[in-house]
């Protein structure tokens, strides 16, 4: 089954399950890219992406967006209540696809390129 979806573009991969993982707390760097690691197993990939907002917030709108070949992970943070907490949090979301998108090189994350982490396709 690899070569049959191998043939088929990343972009026709399926997006089997999104969920909004919460705050990791405090990000333990002064870089507050996004981040964005890669893993496989069982010809399914998940995407783990990270990023930096106020403290206190959900999450929602787990969108995944196409743009040619480009796969932009988004997802939206928000206050339940309406109030934000001045320090900084790092919010964890996945996106996991069928096989095709294995074979992305890289993803963005909320329009932003992140730091790539882990092994990707091309080497990295």
């Known amino acids: 089954s690899g070569a049959a979806a191998q043939e088929k573009p ?3 991969s ?3 399950s999104t969920e909004f993982l919460g705050c990791s707390g405090e990000p333990d760097r002064t870089d507050l890219k996004p981040t964005a690691r890669r893993l496989t197993i069982n010809n399914t990939v998940t995407f783990l992406v990270s990023a930096v907002g106020s403290c206190g917030f959900s999450g929602r709108n787990l969108t995944p967006v196409w743009k040619e070949d480009q796969l932009d992970l988004t997802f ?3 206050s339940p209540d309406g109030s934000v ?3 900084y ?3 964890w979301a996945k996106f996991t696809f ?3 998108a294995t074979y992305l090189p890289e993803v963005t994350v909320n329009g932003q390129k992140p730091v790539l982490v882990g092994e990707w396709p091309d080497g990295r």
């Open 10 to 12: 990343p972009n026709e």
């Open 14 to 16: 399926l997006l089997i």
């Open 76 to 78: 939206e943070t928000f």
């Open 85 to 87: 907490v001045m320090c």
């Open 89 to 91: 949090c790092e919010y």
């Open 98 to 100: 069928d096989e095709p």
